[in-house]
C-alpha cells in the first residue's frame, strides 16, 4: 500500500534540505532572475510559511508553493525567480489549481472566507493545502489530522474542512481570461519551491459573492418606539435586504423577545411569539415588512426586541438578532392612566 503523505512529512524532508543547503550554500550574487521571494511570515493556523514576492510591478504579491518537499523561501528573502506564464504539463491539474486560487486567499473569488467565517490565515493555510492536493498528492486527511492534533474546535474543522473541499472540488466557471503567473527557479535557488503567483488577468473582472444580509427597525404601526401595557397592539417590523438574488422566494421568522430574559415572549399556552412570511425580491437590495400583533397584557415597563431570520428552501442565509440593538427593539410602559 501506498504511504500518505502529510505535513509533517514535507517539513522533515525540508528541514533536512535546510540543514544540506546550510551546509553548501548556493551563491545567489548571479541570481538570474528578477523577483525575490520571502517566507517570513509565520502562518498561525497551521505550520507553514506564508509566501510572497516582490519584484517589478509586484509588491508583496501572495503566492503559493508548488513543491510541497522543497524548501520554503527565506525570511530574508530568496532571489532568482523568473515569472512566467502559468504553465502544467497536466491541462487538467493547470485548471483545478486555478480554481483553487480563485477560490482562495486573496482572491476569494466567491466569498468563501465569509461563507466559512475564516480569518485571512486560516484562509491562506486551506488554500495552501488545497494546491498540494493537486501538485503534490498531498491527501485530505493531512489537513484534518493536523487540525485534530492542534485541538482546533469542532466547528472550526467543520468549516475549514467545508471551504477546503469546495476548493478541491469546484465546478465553478472562471472568468474569462482568468490566468496566474508562475514564478520559475533558476540554478542559484534549485532547492527552494517554484511559486505560483495570485495576481491575474481576466477579460471580465471577478463578481464576488454578494453576502444576503438584513438590518430591521422594529415599531408599532404608527411609527412609534413605545406602546401602553394591558392593550393589544399591532407591530411592524421593517426590514433592510441586501444580497438576495431577484424572482427567489425567501421566508421571513419574527420572533418577540423578552430583553430582560432574553428568550422568546411566549403566549398563554407557553407558544413562543412568531410570525412567518414570504416575499420574491424585484431587486437585489431592498425593503419588505412584517407585522405581528401582541396583547400587552401584564407586560408593563418591558423591552421587546424583534429577532429576524431570513431563509431560503429552508435554509438560514441571514439574521438579525442583537437584543440590544434598539433599532429592533420597543418599550412598553405600564398601563395609561384612565
Known amino acids: 500500500m501506498k504511504q500518505q503523505k502529510t505535513i509533517s512529512f514535507y517539513l522533515v524532508r525540508i528541514l533536512l534540505l535546510a540543514i544540506m543547503v546550510a551546509?553548501?550554500?548556493?551563491?545567489?550574487?548571479?541570481?538570474?532572475?528578477?523577483?525575490?521571494?520571502?517566507?517570513?511570515?509565520?502562518?498561525?493556523?497551521?505550520?507553514?510559511?506564508?509566501?510572497?514576492?516582490?519584484?517589478?510591478n509586484t509588491n508583496h504579491e501572495v503566492v503559493y508553493c508548488f513543491e510541497a518537499d522543497m524548501l520554503f523561501p527565506e525570511a530574508d528573502g530568496t532571489s532568482g525567480y523568473t515569472r512566467v506564464d502559468f504553465r502544467d504539463l497536466n491541462v487538467d491539474i493547470k485548471t483545478k489549481v486555478k480554481k483553487v486560487i480563485y477560490l482562495g486567499h486573496p482572491v476569494n473569488g466567491n466569498g468563501l472566507k465569509e461563507k466559512y467565517s475564516l480569518t485571512d490565515d486560516q484562509h491562506r493555510a486551506i488554500t495552501q493545502l488545497a494546491v498540494w492536493s493537486f501538485t503534490d498528492n498531498v491527501p485530505r486527511s493531512s489537513l484534518l489530522d493536523e487540525l485534530k492534533e492542534k485541538n482546533y474546535p469542532a466547528q472550526l474543522i467543520e468549516n475549514a474542512m467545508n471551504a477546503y473541499d469546495e476548493m478541491v472540488n469546484s465546478t465553478i466557471e472562471l472568468p474569462s481570461g482568468f490566468d496566474l503567473s508562475f514564478y520559475e527557479k533558476s540554478e542559484t535557488n534549485k532547492y527552494y519551491q517554484s511559486l505560483i503567483g495570485t495576481s491575474f488577468t481576466a477579460d471580465t473582472p471577478i463578481q464576488p459573492?454578494?453576502?444576503?444580509?438584513?438590518?430591521?427597525?422594529?415599531?408599532?404601526?404608527?411609527?412609534?418606539?413605545?406602546?401602553?401595557?394591558?392593550q393589544t397592539i399591532t407591530f411592524t417590523d421593517t426590514i433592510n435586504f441586501t444580497g438576495l438574488k431577484v424572482g427567489e422566494n425567501y421566508t421571513l421568522k419574527l420572533t418577540v423577545m423578552d430583553k430582560e430574559t432574553n428568550s422568546p415572549l411566549t403566549d398563554k399556552d407557553g407558544n413562543p411569539l412568531t410570525t412567518i412570511t414570504t416575499f420574491s425580491p424585484a431587486s437585489t437590495d431592498g425593503i419588505t415588512q412584517i407585522s405581528i400583533t401582541l396583547d400587552l397584557t401584564d407586560l408593563g415597563n418591558k423591552e421587546l426586541v424583534a429577532f429576524e431570520k431570513l431563509f431560503l428552501a429552508d435554509v438560514e442565509i441571514a439574521n438579525h438578532e442583537d437584543i440590544n440593538d434598539l433599532d429592533q427593539t420597543v418599550k412598553i410602559l405600564e398601563p395609561k392612566p384612565e
Open 23 to 56: 551546509m553548501f550554500p548556493i551563491n545567489n550574487t548571479y541570481a538570474a532572475g528578477e523577483y525575490t521571494a520571502f517566507g517570513s511570515e509565520k502562518n498561525e493556523f497551521l505550520s507553514i510559511k506564508n509566501l510572497y514576492v516582490t519584484g517589478p
Open 209 to 230: 459573492e454578494i453576502i444576503p444580509a438584513i438590518k430591521t427597525s422594529f415599531a408599532t404601526v404608527d411609527g412609534n418606539k413605545e406602546a401602553y401595557a394591558n
